[in-house]
């Protein structure tokens, strides 16, 4: 990684010169498609405790890179020497469109289909384009504008994509509050956005507020999110174990899903919003201002079976230039027998019996158990024999 104490010298800014640059830099922001930015010191101290004790309690499950290294991700200037301050920026992502994506009412629409055995559920965010690559790119085009007004500076972007604790970032300089399901959110946005950051030599003032607690602002006595998580997850307030987490389950994890986690994963094949969903602040959760949140056909609405009909080649047609794509089509499929299996023990649709049998011929030993536990869900032979 660049060190930035071999680029340019910092230049002093005085209050005025800083607030004035922080104010075109929200203006560019905003052009740029992101909904807030802020200005946060590089002093995260206070957050490698909770850090530590994260990975003490083997929370990270298989993520072999959350621990890798230590305490770099709480130390901003040892992850890229000379960086001053990390400018921390929040984007929105429910689809554009009424007919592209989630209606007004879309938390009601999703649970509804939470709760259709034969609907497919994709994490909202992952049903179009690859946050990361939207995100990297806006965040550099932000960094090269701020570089043609004040000249060069040193300077690198991320968005999930090195040791960097972007929650705690985004919440010390006030883009909204750690929930108690552990995400960042907002009381004018809630907690449908992703988060990225510039980190900069640059001492730009800080927007952190000392009366605002970066962590249950405005959670107050609610518990809704711990309550709805399906697997227990939050195990409580701010601590999440990562390995009963579905989004981990179905994305980060590539061995066999836990036995007694599978019939909680219910028919979310990639991610998992439930937490998100209960929350009241998401009410006032916002469109993205830009198309590449957009739902690709047939993300948003998908049956379990049209997906488990995908070979290969249709799952990496399908999945091009998205989130979902990296997980490859093994662990797609793996998703989908677990949710054919609970859709089966459910409905005992003997069309599901017979599509799941149909791909046990060949079958990677990781598949063909799962397949053979999603064909034990329903204790009746009948309906299996009867779809043979
Ligand atoms: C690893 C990871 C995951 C893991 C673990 C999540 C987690 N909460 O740690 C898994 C795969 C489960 C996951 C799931 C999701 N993720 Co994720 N994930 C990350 C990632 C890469 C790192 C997060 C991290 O540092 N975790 C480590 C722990 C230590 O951090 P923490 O929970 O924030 O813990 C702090 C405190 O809570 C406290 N603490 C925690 N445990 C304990 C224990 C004790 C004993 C103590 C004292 C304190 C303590 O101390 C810590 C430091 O302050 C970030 C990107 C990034 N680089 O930051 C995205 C990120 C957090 N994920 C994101 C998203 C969107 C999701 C999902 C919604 C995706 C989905 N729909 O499926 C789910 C939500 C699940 C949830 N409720 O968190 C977004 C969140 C945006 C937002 N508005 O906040 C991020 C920021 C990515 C991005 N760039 O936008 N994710
Ligand atoms: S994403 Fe789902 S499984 Fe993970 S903590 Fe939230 S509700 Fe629980
Ligand atoms: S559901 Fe309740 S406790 Fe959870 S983040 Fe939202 S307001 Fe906070």
């Known amino acids: 990684?660049?060190?930035?104490?071999?680029?340019?010298?910092?230049?002093?800014?005085?209050?005025?010169?800083?607030?004035?640059?922080?104010?075109?830099?929200?203006?560019?922001?905003?052009?740029?498609?992101?909904?807030?930015?802020?200005?946060?010191?590089?002093?995260?101290?206070?957050?490698?405790?909770?850090?530590?004790?994260?990975?003490?309690?083997?929370?990270?499950?298989?993520m072999a890179y959350m621990a890798a290294h230590g305490l770099k991700r709480a130390r901003p200037a040892e992850l890229l020497p000379g960086t001053v301050r990390v400018i921390t920026a929040r984007m929105d992502y429910l689809p554009r469109h009424r007919d592209a994506g989630p209606p007004p009412d879309w938390r009601a629409q999703e649970l509804a289909r939470s709760a259709d055995p034969h609907a497919a559920v994709v994490s909202v965010y992952a049903r179009g384009r690859d946050y990361h690559k939207v995100l990297r790119q806006r965040l550099q085009r932000l960094a090269e504008q701020l570089q043609a007004e004040i000249g060069p500076h040193g300077h690198r972007v991320f968005c999930d994509s090195a040791p960097v604790l972007e929650v705690?970032?985004?919440?010390?300089?006030?883009?909204?509050?750690?929930?108690?399901?552990?995400?960042?959110?907002?009381?004018?946005?809630?907690?449908?956005?992703?988060?990225?950051?510039?980190?900069?030599?640059?001492?730009?003032?800080?927007?952190?507020?000392?009366?605002?607690?970066?962590?249950?602002?405005?959670?107050?006595?609610?518990?809704?999110?711990?309550?709805a998580c399906p697997t227990g997850a939050i195990v409580a307030?701010?601590?999440?174990?990562?390995?009963?987490?579905?989004?981990?389950?179905?994305?980060?994890?590539?061995g066999p899903i836990p036995l007694d986690l599978r019939a909680a994963l219910g028919n979310r094949i990639y991610g998992c919003d439930d937490c998100q969903l209960v929350c009241p602040w998401n009410k006032f959760a916002r469109r993205s201002a830009l198309p590449d949140f957009d739902v690709r056909a047939p993300l948003g609405h998908a049956t379990l079976l049209e997906l488990w009909a995908w070979d290969e080649a249709a799952f990496l047609r399908h999945t091009e230039g998205g989130p979902i794509r990296r997980i490859g089509h093994a662990r797609w499929l793996r998703n989908l027998a677990v949710a054919l299996g609970n859709a089966w023990r459910e409905t005992g649709d003997a069309a599901i019996a017979t599509a799941l049998q149909q791909r046990l011929p060949g079958a990677q030993a990781l598949l063909a158990e799962h397949i053979a536990w999603a064909l034990a869900q329903r204790d009746a032979a009948a309906p299996v024999s009867a779809a043979r």
């Open 1 to 62: 990684m660049t060190d930035l104490r071999s680029q340019e010298q910092t230049t002093p800014l005085d209050a005025a010169g800083g607030e004035a640059l922080l104010a075109r830099l929200r203006t560019w922001a905003e052009a740029l498609g992101f909904s807030q930015i802020g200005i946060a010191d590089v002093n995260l101290a206070d957050a490698e405790p909770g850090l530590l004790r994260w990975l003490e309690a083997g929370f990270h499950g298989s």
């Open 168 to 227: 705690e970032l985004a919440s010390r300089s006030t883009l909204g509050w750690r929930g108690k399901h552990t995400l960042l959110l907002d009381r004018t946005g809630g907690s449908m956005s992703f988060l990225g950051e510039i980190y900069i030599d640059l001492p730009l003032p800080p927007t952190d507020d000392a009366a605002a607690p970066s962590q249950g602002g405005h959670c107050g006595t609610c518990t809704r999110c711990i309550d």
């Open 237 to 254: 307030p701010y601590r999440l174990d990562a390995r009963r987490c579905i989004s981990y389950l179905t994305i980060e994890h590539d």
